[in-house]
């Protein structure tokens, strides 16, 4: 509310879009849903983008740095531990790290995805 | 050497919760997102009807607390407790519970350093003289898991404001 209303237009926030928290999804135990509209009536300019397509964030960084008229909010739709389908099948996974072995799969994973 | 189990208090904690939860219908938790740390999780799946996740939101929490206790409900807020520090938050436990003297008994689990900065976070060293220094307000710190699964239960019984304060690391 501050931001908005003083005109800050130095501050870029980037919002990770991922519907979760430590127990269980936003959408079970406390949405923030609509964000969008929500950082809008509080005079922040939002940009909804892929949080995973690199070309899509810097872009929307460069228009969040040209934006003059006040704080720019940009939401970065992303999808818990994309890539390793370990990660994916759990429900949630905010305050849990995977375990040495968990690790080595995903970047295995994660490096054939890059290569295909 | 001794080589008795060790036990968290926190297992306990929630094992008593689970007996209470029967023998007090009119018993409410109330969590903040951490649920499955608290072990308040099993209540919830057993009486989903009384437990509350008020998400990341202690203020919230106790606030709701508080209205809860209005009602004539037993209200348990649960969270860690460096996350009752927050002044605003201090300042709704003082108004809300200790002075009206409402019957919330708030749950407690203290995070030990454990080496790494993001742990310093959790780490909560005044909370029990903090509560302390509130008008009403009883504070009960359990030793071990006996003790909490003993204490948990008088601490239902117990009318008025509580500060229930668990310890982190299992013990013998």
Redesign the interface.
């Given at each position: 509310m501050l931001a908005g209303f003083q005109k800050l237009t130095n501050l870029v926030c980037i919002y990770d879009y991922n519907h979760s928290?430590?127990?269980g999804p936003?959408y079970e135990?406390?949405s923030v849903d609509p964000v969008i509209e929500k950082m809008a009536v509080v005079h922040w300019a939002v940009r909804e983008i892929d949080g995973h397509d690199m070309a899509q964030i810097l872009d929307a960084l460069s228009w969040a740095v040209e934006y003059k008229d006040g704080p720019a909010l940009i939401v970065a739709k992303t999808i818990k531990g994309k890539g390793f389908a370990l990660w994916k099948i759990r429900r949630y996974g905010t305050?849990k790290a995977p375990n040495k072995e968990q690790a080595e799969q995903a970047l295995k994973e994660l490096m054939q995805e890059e290569l295909s | 050497m001794n080589d008795r189990p060790k036990m968290m208090q926190r297992v306990a904690f929630g094992d008593a919760l689970l007996e209470l939860g029967e023998s007090h219908p009119n018993m409410v938790v109330l969590?903040a997102?951490?649920?499955?740390?608290l072990y308040t999780?099993q209540f919830a799946r057993k009486f989903p009807e009384r437990h509350i996740?008020?998400?990341?939101?202690e203020q919230n929490m106790v606030i709701g607390a508080a209205g809860l206790a209005t009602t004539g409900l037993i209200t348990l807020a649960c969270t860690y407790a460096y996350f009752c520090y927050p002044a605003r938050l201090r300042a709704d436990i003082a108004a809300l519970c200790s002075m009206a003297k409402l019957n919330v008994k708030i749950v407690l689990l203290p995070w030990r350093h454990r080496g790494g900065l993001g742990w310093t976070t959790h780490q909560a060293t005044e909370d029990v003289a903090i509560m302390r220094a509130m008008p009403n307000m009883t504070v009960v710190v359990p030793a071990d898991a006996v003790a909490t699964a003993a204490l948990i239960r008088q601490v239902v019984d117990h009318i008025g404001p509580l500060y229930f304060r668990m310890g982190r690391n299992p013990h013998p």
């Open positions: 928290q430590v127990d936003t135990i406390l305050a | 969590d997102d951490i649920s499955s740390s999780s996740n008020f998400g990341v939101a």
